[in-house]
């Protein structure tokens, strides 16, 4: 085999192979006397169709079933000849394949590129360091009641949180306008689910009242001829109830697991997952600041077939958040490319980044750890052990905890080397979602 490469530009590579013609026509030969021991053929008995014959029929369809096996195995044989690396799928052409010649083709690429690491010393990171108090404890059983409040009817004036239910007109310059009408309509006031002034208006209202609010529609309201409208509504209040919190009894630790032990223990698995949430929310902070610095601090070419396979891996993600309701050809037209190309490139910079560090610094996944994530994300459920042993049976499973897992153990490495600060946090704060970079 004879191979010459070339690059044409940037990362772009043009590979040309060489092959002995019998190479290709010893395969062929070989195909056909095995398809001739079975072909049927009117006139000829099972076997006995003679080989000019099997040639002429079947001698086409075998040889490009030959050729592009032998293209694709003498490719990646004559990378690894070169030495390089592809990036993607190659585009092969050939330009020689008649029987009795050497075969001969091109297959133009994409390469991976050199990644030269930067000073990671430079990288600034801010710890939050915070603890869960009794009252993140109180608050966060607050609104544990409050996801479970059930209604009680009140004659009082509604307050915000209370819900309501009323009759409503729209009016803009004294005539009644489209969609501004509606009956027995239930509202929680403080939901923001009517336009900005309306929900307001109605606090203070008893039952059976009714009285006329002034508001103004949003300039980005959906109903173009209402932006930026004036209107009045005329709105009656035809009952309200008040939340009622649910009683810290046997029934309500029941509905979040805990069957024994009371308030004792239901306060004691309250902090524990909270415990637990404050600690991988502080590793994500610090994880998004170690990846969003390894993404500015490094100047990349990136090949051009990597994007592509990263903006189709997100856009199938989306897809999959609709249920996978969108087809293939209809995902191309709602979800362009460049939706995703941003953060397409992010990620695919990062890999490339991330896995120079594993490379140099010789990384290998800690199987201790991968043990303890798989653990840890196994105690939420009522059987761990059985959740455990799933995931070790699973090796597509167990091969995302790995790279989890190997990705941690980076941005522990990036940590020794970088300046890290300690930051006085609350609970709120570091539990509070980081915009990623």
Do not use: C
């Not at 608050?139 to 409503?168: C, H, P, Y």
């Not at 209402?226 to 649910?246: M, N, Q």
């Not at 697991?257 to 600690?279: P, T």
């Amino acid at each position: 085999m004879q191979v010459s490469i070339e690059t044409t530009s940037g990362l772009e590579r043009r590979l040309t192979v060489n092959l002995p013609a019998e190479v290709v026509d010893k395969e062929v030969d070989k195909r056909l006397q095995q398809a001739a021991k079975t072909v049927r053929m009117n006139g000829f008995r099972k076997g006995k169709v003679p080989m000019k014959v099997v040639r002429q029929r079947y001698g086409a369809g075998v040889r490009q079933e030959v050729l592009g096996e032998v293209m694709s195995r003498s490719f990646y044989e004559a990378v690894q000849q070169e030495q390089v690396k592809p990036a993607g799928q190659p585009s092969i052409e050939a330009k020689q394949t008649a029987p009795g010649e050497n075969l001969e083709y091109v297959a133009t690429f994409e390469v991976y590129p050199e990644v030269e690491l930067a000073d990671l010393a430079e990288i600034t990171v801010e710890r939050p360091v915070a603890e869960v108090t009794d009252k993140d404890v109180d608050n966060m059983i607050d609104v544990l009641r409050k996801q479970q409040s059930g209604w009680k009817e009140t004659k009082r004036k509604a307050q915000k949180g209370d819900r309501v239910v009323i009759d409503f007109v729209g009016r803009k310059d004294g005539e009644e306008f489209e969609g501004g009408k509606g009956e027995d309509h239930q509202l929680v006031l403080g939901s923001g689910q009517m336009i900005p002034g309306f929900e307001d208006g109605i606090l203070g209202m008893k039952p059976g009242e009714e009285k006329e609010i002034e508001v103004t529609f949003p300039e980005d309201y959906q109903a173009e001829e209402l932006r930026g409208a004036e209107a009045t509504f005329t709105i009656k209040v035809k009952s309200s109830e008040k939340p009622e919190l649910p009683e810290l009894d046997e029934e309500f630790f029941k509905a979040y697991g805990v069957e024994e032990g009371g308030e004792e223990k239901f306060r004691e698995e309250v902090r524990n997952n909270m415990e637990r949430e404050l600690k991988n929310a502080a590793l994500n902070k610090v994880k998004t600041q170690v990846m969003d610095q390894l993404a500015e601090k490094h100047e990349v070419e990136i090949p051009a077939a990597l994007i592509a396979g990263e903006v189709q891996t997100l856009r199938n993600q989306m897809v999959q958040q609709f249920g996978g309701q969108i087809k293939a050809e209809d995902a191309q037209k709602m979800l362009p490319d460049a939706m995703f190309e941003d953060q397409a490139k992010r990620r695919v910079v990062l890999g490339l980044v991330v896995g120079e560090i594993v490379k140099q610094n010789e990384l290998n996944v800690d199987a201790d750890r991968v043990k303890a994530k798989v653990e840890e994300l196994a105690s939420t459920y009522q059987q761990p052990e059985e959740v455990v042993e799933y995931y070790f049976s699973n090796r597509e499973l167990l091969s995302g905890v790995e790279s989890v897992v190997l990705e941690d153990q980076v941005v522990d490495f990036v940590l020794d080397k970088a300046k890290v600060e300690e930051v006085k946090s609350s609970y709120d704060d570091v539990i509070k979602p980081q915009q990623q970079g």
